[in-house]
């Protein structure tokens, strides 16, 4: 009898990284209900300030210092360091560094998780 496990279930994964003029993500896995990605910002990139409806986002800096914004709070993150964004509340990721790029590792869970859940409240690039 063949076990149902999560770890070996199928996923569909980009073979490279999807570029942002923010710098670069890349699906590490996804399975039902979650997927973890890598981001790398670029030296003084940021992301959108935006919000998702379907899912909640767990971040880890693996690499170099962040500016987050989780609604109203702003704060720095270090290597090591983790935050927690629940669903509807506006969030953003800056890379404050001028030369280093930022490395976090980003866990999203929620009933439907899709690029097409961000609503942009600012944005950068125009988009």
């Known amino acids: 009898m063949q076990e149902n ?4 279930l199928p ?3 980009k073979n490279s990284k999807t570029k942002r003029p923010w710098g670069t993500f890349e ?6 209900g979650y997927q973890a990605k890598r981001l790398i910002v670029l030296p003084k990139g940021r992301l959108s300030l935006q919000t998702h ?7 880890i800096i693996a690499r170099g210092t962040a500016k987050i914004t989780i609604g109203k709070e702003q704060k720095e993150l270090g290597k090591g360091e ?3 964004v ?6 953003r990721i800056e890379n404050i560094s001028e030369i280093d790029p ?3 590792i980003e866990v999203q869970l929620g009933d439907y998780i899709d690029e097409d859940d961000i609503e942009r409240i600012e944005d950068d690039y125009g988009r």
Do not use: S
């Open 82 to 84: 983790a935050a927690t």
């Open 27 to 32: 699906i590490l896995c996804k399975g039902p």
């Open 5 to 8: 496990n999560p770890i070996n």
């Open 11 to 13: 996923f569909q994964t």
């Open 86 to 91: 629940p669903r509807t509340v506006a969030h």
């Open 102 to 104: 930022l490395e976090i």
């Open 53 to 59: 409806k379907h899912r909640d986002e767990q971040w």
